[in-house]
């Protein structure tokens, strides 16, 4: 007896861990904010570019193939000449191979946008996908920090164009050299204090979180938290922890006295000062555009890896709050951040290429413009659909279809089977469709149509008994076959 084939089973019909699909809302949503972004990038100069999603594990850099694993954090496979190739992590790498590779014909410096997905090979959680988009902006090419205060007041601007409210925002500037020349005052430079300095710029980064006393314990032996674990500290000395928390608490009510107590704290300190300088004159250029401390300010507790940056550095946090998922209440919290990074295309080339950027996380300010209403697609509104009640006269259904389309109205014709009008209503209201055209045999024979409009109709529905009582209240019209695309306007205008 032959043995029986063991069935295969089905896959599974999901998404794979840490990834997730998008459907027209959103996708909708997506493309209106990005699209109001792209156009305050555009009219400071900047060009888009596209780079494929997969780039060489050279021109990504910080990984090296392995063999099991070839990229830690990130999707990397083989390619078949034996080469590891992998999914970009962030749309900063690309633009360094760009610049490289086309270094003789792109004008210097370059400016450019990119907007799109990218790809982290990391542990999903909460909130937290593998796949995620960004939207960067970058000036290669030039060291002047006029085009550091460039990119902040240009990020300031794209955030009002997007939605978010100018008193729901803040741009934060500092400068790694200001820190470099506090811990240079504070002793912490040393070639075997690389940990210190680590704890240092983390415990810094937690301002907003823990506050000062949090902060303080942090730089000495280390603190527990409210659940009792323990975070080992910096173990600095006390002068050292006076020395950086007066870096901390350097803000003062301008950017002009900001800078002067950085100065006093500095000291001797010539990359502090040439970092105070920076930052002088990034207020002063803002100043002169219009951009005041109400929107943009020099704030020393920004740290944004400062491992990476190599002058200015930038982040810009929302200010209102929202509910979290434990139904408190919170600062929404940074949706953008960026800064000088002059060492990154230098991989390349073996010669230093100043750049400077700023990318904003689509996801988190999408969610903000949910929070605050302003996701600019209004009501995630659908076609106008007509519905088919005569598959006899599709021709016609088509052809009253393409009116409204040439009008600039979205529409479609109902393409699914059958020609009941329940089911066909019911497709409609799935659809988020604001109107359903009816015109059945009758209204045909009149030439008439039907316009129901569903939006108020939903209102009403619950009130009306009979269909007299629906056709005689105002969710629904009756009107000559040539005055459709004219109504319909009036009615979607409404």
């Known amino acids: 007896m032959a043995k029986k084939e063991k069935k295969q089973p089905r896959p599974k019909a999901a998404a794979p861990r840490g990834f997730r699909d998008s459907f027209g809302a959103e996708v909708e949503a997506r493309r209106a904010m990005l699209g109001k972004i792209a156009e305050v990038y555009h009219s400071y100069g900047f060009d888009p570019l596209e780079t494929s999603a997969i780039e060489t594990v050279e021109a990504l850099g910080k990984f090296l193939p392995d063999v099991d694993r070839p990229n830690e954090g990130v999707f990397g496979f083989q390619d078949d000449d034996e080469s590891w190739i992998a999914l970009r992590y962030d749309l900063t790498a690309p633009l360094a191979r760009v610049a490289a590779q086309y270094r003789l014909d792109l004008p210097s410096p370059y400016r450019r946008y990119a907007m799109g997905p990218v790809w982290r090979n990391e542990k999903p959680g909460p909130g937290r996908f593998r796949e995620f988009w960004q939207c960067d902006a970058d000036t290669v090419g030039t060291s002047t920090v006029a085009a550091d205060a460039e990119i902040c007041g240009m990020l300031a601007s794209a955030l009002e164009n997007a939605g978010i409210g100018r008193d729901q925002f803040l741009v934060r500037v500092n400068n790694r050299k200001v820190m470099n020349g506090v811990l240079e005052t504070a002793n912490l430079m040393g070639e075997d204090q690389a940990a210190q300095r680590g704890i240092t710029m983390r415990a810094i980064d937690k301002l907003d979180r823990l506050g000062e006393d949090g902060v303080r314990a942090l730089l000495g032996a280390g603190r527990k938290d409210d659940s009792g674990a323990f975070t080992e500290g910096a173990k600095l000395a006390e002068e050292q922890a006076d020395i950086i928390m007066g870096f901390v608490g350097a803000e003062r009510a301008d950017g002009a006295a900001t800078c002067a107590r950085l100065r006093e704290l500095i000291g001797s300190s010539e990359t502090g000062a040439e970092g105070v300088n920076e930052l002088e004159e990034i207020a002063s250029l803002l100043d002169a555009q219009g951009y005041g ?202």
Request: charged letters at 25%; glycine letters at 12%; hydrophobic letters at 40%.
């Open 293 to 494: 401390s109400d929107r943009i300010k020099i704030d020393p507790s920004v740290v944004r890896g400062l491992g990476y940056y190599t002058g200015p550095v930038y982040e810009a946090e929302l200010t209102f709050e929202v509910i979290d998922e434990k139904g408190q209440k919170r600062q929404f919290g940074s949706v953008a951040g960026g800064g000088r990074y002059d060492d990154l295309v230098k991989r390349f080339t073996g010669q230093q290429v100043p750049a400077t950027g700023v990318s904003i996380g689509v996801d988190r300010l999408l969610a903000a413009l949910s929070a605050t209403g302003r996701l600019g697609v209004a009501d995630a509104q659908g076609p106008v659909v007509i519905l088919a009640l005569d598959r006899g006269r599709m021709a016609h259904y088509q052809s009253m279809c393409a009116d409204l389309r040439n009008a600039g109205i979205r529409a479609e014709v109902f393409m699914g089977g059958g020609t009941n009008m329940g089911k066909q209503l019911k497709y409609a209201d799935k659809r988020a469709a604001p109107l359903a055209i009816i015109e059945g045999g009758d209204e045909a024979e009149r030439g008439v149509v039907q316009i129901k409009d569903l939006v108020l109709g939903s209102k009403l529905a619950e009130e009306i008994e009979s269909n007299e009582e629906w056709k005689a209240q105002p969710a629904q019209r009756e009107i000559p076959q040539g005055d459709l695309v004219a109504t319909v306007r009036e009615m979607l205008a409404r």
